[in-house]
Structure formats: structure tokens, C-alpha cells
């Protein structure tokens, strides 16, 4: 399939709202998939350094 402008190509034969959401939606739910984990991992680190200087302190 070709496209004559960048304006068919971003209509898709009208297809265009399914096709770029459908990208748009794949990519959220990688970039959410990347970022959950460094999240997580962040807010452990932090609470895991809390804990520490409560244990220091008494």
C-alpha cells in the first residue's frame, strides 16, 4: 500500500483513528510496563533507607 501525501498516510483509507490509537495505546502500556518496575524499586529503596534510620536512632 502507498500513500500519495503524509495526509493519506495519516488517514490510513479512514482507518487512520483505529490504526494511531491502536499505536498510541501499545505504547502507554509499554512505557507504563517500563516504568512500574524503576517505580517500585524506587519507593522500596526509599522506605528501605526510612526503616534503616528509624533502626539507628532507638
Same mark, same amino acid.
Request: aromatic share 18%; glycine share 12%.
Given at each position: 500500500m502507498s500513500f500519495a501525501t503524509l495526509g !493519506?498516510?495519516?488517514?490510513? %483509507?479512514?482507518? %487512520? @483513528?483505529?490504526v494511531w490509537s491502536a499505536y498510541g495505546i501499545c505504547l502507554v502500556v509499554l512505557a507504563l510496563n517500563v516504568a512500574a518496575p524503576l517505580l517500585a524499586r524506587r519507593?522500596? @529503596?526509599? !522506605? !528501605?533507607a526510612r526503616r534503616l534510620r528509624r533502626e539507628n536512632n532507638q
Open positions: !493519506e498516510f495519516l488517514a490510513m %483509507g479512514h482507518h %487512520g @483513528l483505529y519507593r522500596y @529503596l526509599q !522506605e !528501605e
